[in-house]
């Protein structure tokens, strides 16, 4: 069974930019605006010895209200079939009441769970990373997938156990 990595999180964390550099491809929609990947999209990807499915969703729409109308049922749904999540936040927009709710839909899952905080780059990522440990799904992962700082790392420790 190839395992099947899926990018959660709130709309313009870099999801997309993720899934685009995991798949060398283009085909997940990279906007500067929240929202317009709207629903989930497969990929294959091959990386440092490991391959695995990752799957991108379009995200959380976090002006919504309730855990379950926040999260995007493709969301919801990615996070069901996956067997790892990548939980990722904006490092240098913070922590969000989004954030928040994810978390803890994710904690109420039994799912592997990695918090990635991106868009580290040109930033004091320890300082603006420290607040996401909030979240309460243990380690923060810092990131910077336009650049693919912190992605094959993640990655070998994610799946080293599959
Ligand atoms: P998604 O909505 O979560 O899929 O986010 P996207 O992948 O579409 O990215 C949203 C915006 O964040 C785009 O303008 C990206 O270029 C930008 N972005 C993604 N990753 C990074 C990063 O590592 N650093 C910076 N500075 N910007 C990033
Ligand atoms: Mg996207």
Redesign the pocket.
Known sequence: MIPVVALV?R???????LFNRLTRTRDAL???Y?GL?RDRKYGRAHLSGYEFIVVDTG?IDGTEEGIETKMAEQSLAAIEEADVVLF?TDARAGLTAADLAIAQHLRSRDKITFVVA??V?GIDADSACGEFWQLGLGEVYQ?????GRGVTGLVEYALAPF
Do not use: C, E
């Open positions: 999180g709309p313009n964390v870099g999801k997309s930019t990279v906007a500067d929240p990947t995200g990722m991106n868009k780059d990131m910077a997938a336009a650049q």
